[in-house]
């Protein structure tokens, strides 16, 4: 009795791990864990996927294949900013980071950061003691503005067998009069400057 009891629990305990094991595999389905096999997308060395939904509901996938970086200018009082430019085959958008004079900017970039929804003025960098972040498509008519949400950059990652030198995904929200347009998916690089 006790050898049936104790095969039983070996039994109930390997299917709990085998179980847990298959949901943590499809919690990975990409980078960032959302799970929707964005791999697939990866085919050029560089690029993007985003999924745009408008306010009517419907939703439209744009695919690049540029990503330009990280491009970058002076602020007031030796502050500075450094830029990503993500091409989507139709729209250029741009992830720009303000930030204080000293700031190690290739380490600053990386991790999660909130959006800030306005755009940022020059004159407001006279006395940054923080990084801005931005995210925003200035030829874009169906969205105006900044964004507000989440970026996230991620260096040297593995994807389908490649190692990249940035991957990031981007969860962002445009609202113009009421009407919220959200933008969210992932954009990758092998090498970049």
Excluded at 132 to 157: A, K, W
């Amino acid at each position: 009795m006790k050898t049936k009891l104790f095969c039983l629990g070996i039994l109930a305990v390997s299917m709990l791990l085998g179980s847990c094991k298959k949901e943590e595999e499809e919690s990975r389905g990409s980078v960032g864990g959302s799970g929707s096999g964005l791999y697939g997308v990866i085919t050029t060395p560089e690029g993007c996927s985003f999924d745009i939904t408008y306010p009517d509901g419907t939703t439209e996938t744009r695919t690049g294949t540029s990503l330009s970086g990280w491009s970058g200018g002076q602020l007031l009082n030796l502050n500075f900013f450094r830029q990503l430019s993500i091409y989507d085959g139709q729209d250029s958008w741009f992830l720009r980071f303000s930030m204080p004079q000293g700031t190690d900017w290739e380490s600053e970039v990386l991790g999660t950061h909130d959006l800030y929804s306005i755009p940022f003025l020059l004159q407001w960098s006279q006395d940054m003691d923080e990084t801005i972040v931005e995210f925003y498509s200035p030829g874009n008519d169906d969205i105006e503005g900044n964004s507000y949400g989440t970026v996230e950059l991620v260096p040297n990652i593995q994807v389908a067998g490649e190692t990249y030198d940035l991957w990031g995904t981007v969860d962002a929200s445009f609202t113009v009069y009421g009407q919220t347009t959200t933008v969210s998916g992932v954009f990758w690089a092998e090498e970049i400057d």
